[in-house]
């Protein structure tokens, strides 16, 4: 416990409330800075907060009805939002405005309920619609469409559980879903196709997915009050589609795109059904069919509380659980490193919890309250008065304190001034310790300096995928890359004269 609180760079749970913000949210998530918090609102509107000032820098204002899903791109410049309009919204923090420049609308033909951007390219986008159906959308000119996720295997329509959640792993190769039957079907993203049936005993109705930080480990919040961790075993990569395209970049920057999600828009402008398009066979590869055994279960044995939502830490030794109490905002804490043991409860109050989520990079939790209000957690460390100077020594008491010899003489000034000017006239090596070889200029044809200096500054090469990755699934996510290019920044607008909501 005390090596912990010495070391910073140990991730441990949030303890006590830092702060709290009257957002009027629904639910909350950070940012991959983790410097930014998007709020959304049943109103139709998302905030987004600036956490180092806690003050509002741009608003979100472009639905008719409630927000129901809030996701941001790898580098924070895009920003999703779907609601029970029908519609999904993503937004281009880059612009100079507020609201910001709708970067792409996708209307679909119920309200959404979930949908995120794809891990690697937030031109890719899986959402769920409240008719139990699940797509794939994919906005990239080469491969625009909207797929539908379904099992082929099961002839009977009316006989398919509704899915009710879904989620891509970490890695962006494939898509899961719960349903209702207490099965996740694992898709795989590139060729749409099936690759996995797991069935959760027991379970019901799968309400949420959570993926810790590597991808092995899923844990799934069910009907049964039961929180569940899975260790997911490795699937086979499909081989390709015979229509599979070689990669084509495009430009850095796209017009705002109008695109409905209704139809399937071919590279040759004809459009296909869904229907349609799914009616190509993609499963001709065999399904790995398993029933997953929990590796843990989290429940609160003495009041049977149902859960919200669950979050993993960043290093994924911690999950935090939202209980669904009607009476007090409570979150529990359980230690997965220590063999998923029961760590800590924490107490919001008195104002219910829906929702709850886990800093990116730090011991921060952010979990909202039925009456709209985002409370941030933290883990306050003790103050190191000892980092201040190397010589210092922190004192447990009061102790008398012996003088040096000579450590409060007076200098004679004239020789202090003789001795300042003796070291101003010294040469200062600026070049020591740096190999000749580490002056290769960049005119000089050299493509190692200007390799470096791509990945190293997050160049195009490197953000936009110009590098085969050898992983089938990698390269095709990374062709037609998106311009959410790290170094971007974004105009910080304040709103003035912003009493609240």
């Known amino acids: 416990m005390n090596a912990s609180l010495l070391n910073p760079f140990i991730i441990t749970h949030p303890t006590t409330v830092q702060t709290s913000l009257v957002s009027g949210a629904s639910f909350a998530r950070f940012d991959p800075s983790g410097q930014f918090l998007a709020a959304a609102r049943s109103d139709g509107s998302a905030v987004i907060w600036d956490l180092d000032t806690r003050g509002t820098i741009r608003w979100c204002e472009g639905h008719v009805k409630g927000v ?7 580098n924070s410049r895009y920003v999703l939002t779907a609601s029970k309009d029908w519609n999904i919204i993503i937004w281009d923090l880059a612009s100079p405005y507020d609201p910001p420049r709708r970067h792409a609308t996708i209307r679909f033909d119920a309200p959404v309920v979930a949908a ?19 797509y794939i959308v994919d906005l990239r000119s080469i491969h625009r469409g909207r797929f539908e996720l379904c099992d082929e295997d099961e002839g009977d329509e009316r006989a398919r559980p509704i899915m009710t959640s879904v989620r891509f792993d970490p890695t962006g190769r494939h898509a899961f879903v719960g349903t209702s039957a207490g099965i996740v079907y694992v898709f795989n993203v590139r060729t749409k196709g099936l690759i996995a049936r797991h069935r959760v005993s027991g ?4 309400k949420g997915l959570e993926f810790a930080k590597g991808g092995r480990r899923l844990a799934t919040n069910s009907s049964d009050r039961t929180i569940r961790q899975f260790t997911l075993p490795s699937y086979p990569s499909p081989p390709p589609s015979p229509s599979a395209r070689n990669g084509v970049s495009s430009s850095s920057t796209s017009p705002p795109i109008e695109y409905t999600a209704g139809r399937n828009l071919n590279s040759n402008g004809n459009g296909a059904t869904a229907s349609e ?64 043991q029961f760590a800590s409860a924490l107490d919001g109050g008195r104002e219910p919890l829906i929702d709850v989520h886990w800093h990116p990079s730090a011991p921060r939790l952010a979990s909202t309250t039925n009456q709209g209000t985002i409370l941030i957690w933290h883990s306050p460390s003790p103050e190191r008065w000892g980092a201040f100077a190397g010589g210092f ?71 936009a995928g110009e590098r085969s990755t050898g992983d089938q699934d990698f390269d095709w996510a990374d062709e037609d890359m998106d311009d959410d290019c790290k170094g971007w920044r974004m105009k910080i607008i304040i709103i003035e004269g912003e009493d609240g909501f």
């Open 203 to 206: 379970a019901g109705v799968i």
């Open 393 to 463: 020594e922190e004192a447990d008491e009061n102790v008398w304190y012996e003088e040096g010899e000579s450590e409060f003489d007076l200098e004679d000034e004239t020789q202090l001034a003789l001795r300042k000017k003796l070291q101003e006239d010294e040469d200062v090596d600026i070049l020591g310790g740096i190999e000749e070889g580490d002056f290769l200029s960049p005119h000089a044809g050299s493509k190692s300096f200007l390799n470096q200096h791509s990945l190293k500054g997050g160049g195009v090469g490197a953000e």
């Open 116 to 134: 995120s951007f794809h891990p690697r390219n937030s031109r890719i986008l899986l959402a769920l619609l409240s008719t139990g159906e699940a």
């Open 277 to 340: 398009t799914s009616s190509v066979s993609i499963n001709a590869h065999p399904i790995l069919e398993t029933e997953l055994e929990p590796t843990h279960k989290f429940n609160d044995p003495i009041s049977k509380v149902a859960w919200h939502s669950m979050s993993y830490s960043p290093d994924g030794e911690w999950l935090a659980g939202g209980a669904a109490d009607p009476a007090t905002h409570k979150i529990y804490i359980w230690d997965i490193s220590n063999d998923g």
């Open 68 to 74: 129901t899903a809030i996701d941001w791109s790898r």
